[in-house]
C-alpha cells in the first residue's frame, strides 16, 4: 500500500533553514508528480511545491517562491523540501502527497514551526 512518511520538521527562528524529508513507498515513486502542502491552524490545507516524476519541471506558490526548492531522489524513493528564510507565517503542518489513480495519498504530516 502506498505509504509516506515525511520528516525534518521543528522549531527554527526567524530567518532560519530546515530540510523535509518525504519517503515514499508501495509505488513506482519516480512515475509520479509529488507535492508537498502545508496546513496553519483553523485554515486549509494548501500546495505550496510541485515536482515532476523526472524533477526537471517545478512549480512554487508565490509566497514561498525563491525561498523554498523542492527536489526529489529516484533512487531513493525521497521528495525534499529546503525551506530557506523561513518566516513566522510559514508555520504550519507540512504534509506530502501523491494523487494515484483518481486518490490523494498523504502522510502524517511534520510540524514547523518558526518563532523566536
Known amino acids: 500500500q502506498v505509504q509516506l512518511v515525511e520528516s525534518g520538521g521543528g522549531l527554527v527562528q526567524p530567518g532560519g533553514s530546515l530540510r523535509l524529508s518525504c519517503a515514499a513507498s508501495?509505488?513506482?515513486?519516480?512515475?509520479?508528480?509529488m507535492r508537498w502542502y502545508r496546513q496553519a491552524p483553523g485554515k486549509q490545507r494548501d500546495v505550496v511545491a510541485t515536482i515532476s516524476e523526472g524533477g526537471t519541471r517545478t512549480s512554487y506558490v508565490d509566497s514561498v517562491r525563491g525561498r523554498f526548492t523542492v527536489s526529489r531522489d529516484n533512487a531513493k524513493n525521497t521528495m525534499y523540501l529546503q525551506m530557506n528564510t523561513l518566516k513566522p507565517e510559514d508555520t504550519a503542518v507540512y504534509y506530502c502527497?501523491?494523487?494515484?489513480?483518481?486518490?490523494?495519498?498523504w502522510g502524517q504530516g511534520t510540524q514547523v514551526t518558526v518563532s523566536s
Open positions: 502527497n501523491v494523487k494515484r489513480n483518481g486518490a490523494d495519498y
Open positions: 508501495g509505488f513506482t515513486f519516480s512515475l509520479y508528480y
